[in-house]
T-cell receptor
């Protein structure tokens, strides 16, 4: 099955700085890559996603890039704010016979210091 | 549009007992996936149901089972509870057909086994 690795496990940045979280996947058939943000005690919330036919997607301060050749994708947060502090999870989905299943990375605890 | 609803929010059970958790997906969504979230193991896939059929299954023992009803609501059951089953159980709903689509999580059920 698919294996998703996520780095770093913890990340501390100063408010206003950028944060980058990286993930790699093993199955070249993976074609959908969502990112979730989970605040303490709350549900994971989808913040951005990208499909394999797109190399980059941006939504305000958040962007995701995908390199299919290298099988890695990254989340970029610019102008970080204290409310960005949370655990971020990357995920990959193969679709087809496993449509509906997400393979998650272990998560990155992001702390933004004011 | 109502989000994904899980009940109950919290449960305390004794070893050896069984428990049933419920998930009501977003209206129109036919796929419901279940995940176990623990600090040590992250988000682990349990199973996914689509149109009342189990379509995918993760690597959990047979004590973990589920079902889906004709209105897409899903239940998962854990029998003969063990201390290690203490976790946050999350369900996610999605359309479940065609290309991969966004999956939205419920707020989870926190299960504590004592």
């Amino acid at each position: 099955g698919e294996n998703v690795e996520q780095h770093p496990s913890t990340l501390s940045v100063q408010e206003g700085d950028s944060a980058v979280i990286k993930c790699t996947y093993s199955d070249s058939a993976s074609n959908y890559f969502p990112w979730y943000k989970q605040e303490l005690g709350k549900r994971p919330q989808l913040i951005i996603d990208i499909r394999s036919n797109v190399g980059e997607k941006k939504d305000q301060r958040i962007a995701v890039t995908l390199n299919k050749t290298a099988k890695h994708f990254s989340l970029h947060i610019t102008e970080t704010q204290p409310e960005d502090s949370a655990v971020y999870f990357c995920a990959a989905s193969i679709g087809g016979s496993t449509l509906g299943r997400l393979y998650f990375g272990r998560g990155t605890q992001l702390t933004v210091w004011p | 549009k109502a989000g994904v609803t899980q009940t109950p929010r919290y449960l305390i059970k004794t070893r050896g007992q069984q428990v049933t958790l419920s998930c009501s997906p977003i209206s129109g969504h036919r796929s419901v996936s279940w995940y176990q979230q623990t600090p040590g193991q992250g988000l682990q896939f349990l199973f996914e149901y689509f149109s009342e059929t189990q379509r995918n299954k993760g690597n959990f023992p047979g004590r973990f089972s589920g079902r889906q009803f004709s209105n897409s609501r899903s239940e998962m059951n854990v029998s003969t509870l063990e201390l290690g089953d203490s976790a946050l159980y999350l369900c996610a709903s999605s359309l479940g057909t065609g290309m991969n689509t966004e999956a939205f999580f419920g707020q989870g059920t926190r299960l504590t086994v004592v």
